[in-house]
Nanobody, 121 residues
C-alpha cells in the first residue's frame, strides 16, 4: 500500500557531494519519523540521520557537519544532502519511514529499495 522510491545515488570522488531523495506514495495518512540508513559491505546497517515530523534531527557522529537531512511533508519526501564525502561513506543507503496508512491507526515501517553511493579516493 505504501512505496518508497529512492533516487540520487551514484559514484563521486572524495570531497564531492550527492543529494539523495526518497518519496513515499500510496495509502498514506501521515508520516512520523523519516530516516536514512546505510549498510557497507561486511558491516551492519546503521542509522545515518533521522528527522521527526516536528523537525528534530539526529545524526550519526561520523556524518555530523557533512550531511543534512530535511523533509518536505507536502511531497512525502525526505532528502539527504551529503557533502565532503569520504570513501568510508560508501554504502547502500536506505530510506525509512514510520507511516500511518489510511486503513489503520497503527504505524508501520517502510523501507526504500536502497541506492548505491560509492565514493572513490
Amino acid at each position: 500500500q505504501v512505496q518508497l522510491v529512492e533516487s540520487g545515488g551514484g559514484l563521486v570522488q572524495a570531497g564531492g557531494s550527492l543529494r539523495l531523495s526518497c518519496a513515499a506514495s500510496g495509502s498514506i495518512f501521515s508520516i512520523n519519523d523519516m530516516g536514512w540508513y546505510r549498510q557497507a559491505p561486511g558491516k551492519q546497517r546503521e542509522l545515518v540521520a533521522a528527522i521527526t515530523n516536528g523537525g528534530t534531527t539526529n545524526y550519526a557522529d561520523s556524518v555530523k557537519g557533512r550531511f543534512t537531512i530535511s523533509r518536505d511533508n507536502a511531497k512525502n519526501t525526505v532528502n539527504l544532502q551529503m557533502n565532503s564525502l569520504k570513501p568510508e561513506d560508501t554504502a547502500v543507503y536506505y530510506c525509512n519511514f514510520d507511516v500511518r496508512t489510511i486503513y489503520s491507526i497503527r504505524r508501520s515501517i517502510f523501507w526504500g529499495q536502497g541506492t548505491q553511493v560509492t565514493v572513490s579516493s
